[in-house]
């Protein structure tokens, strides 16, 4: 099994950044993929941006536009999101989730799911 425990969350103003952290454990042999998805209020969860767990190669959703960075600290086993320039918009509880196999788009693909970190953002 494989776990995850996101942190790094709060309540930051229009134009702030934040970082979240995803800590990875278990069985991490298995992990294909390590991304970052969230869930507006009242909306479906959306995908926020990936990277290979072996290859690193990184992908990001269409509204990050720049603004967020995703990377591995391979150190630490923990999986950060740097985001930046932050609007109201994302204001949204941020999850990380990890892929076996699947399509890395779809959430329904993904094996295991952190709690979720609160991310709000005052305009």
């Known amino acids: 099994q494989v776990q995850l425990v996101e942190s790094g969350g709060g309540l930051v103003q229009a134009g702030d950044s934040l970082r979240l952290s995803c800590a990875v454990s278990?069985?991490?042999?298995?992990?294909?993929?390590v991304s970052w998805f969230r869930q507006p209020p009242g909306k479906e969860r959306e995908f926020v941006a990936g990277v290979g767990w072996s290859s690193g190669t990184t992908s990001y959703g269409d509204f990050v536009k720049g603004r967020f960075t995703i990377s591995r600290d391979n150190a630490k086993n923990t999986i950060e999101l740097q985001m930046n320039s932050l609007k109201h918009e994302d204001t949204a509880r941020y999850y990380c989730?990890?892929?076996?196999?699947?399509?890395?788009?779809?959430?329904?693909?993904?094996?295991?799911w952190g709690q979720g970190t609160q991310v709000s953002v005052s305009s």
């Open positions: 278990g069985r991490t042999f298995s992990i294909n993929t």
């Open positions: 989730a990890s892929l076996r196999v699947g399509d890395w788009r779809f959430p329904e693909d993904y094996d295991t």
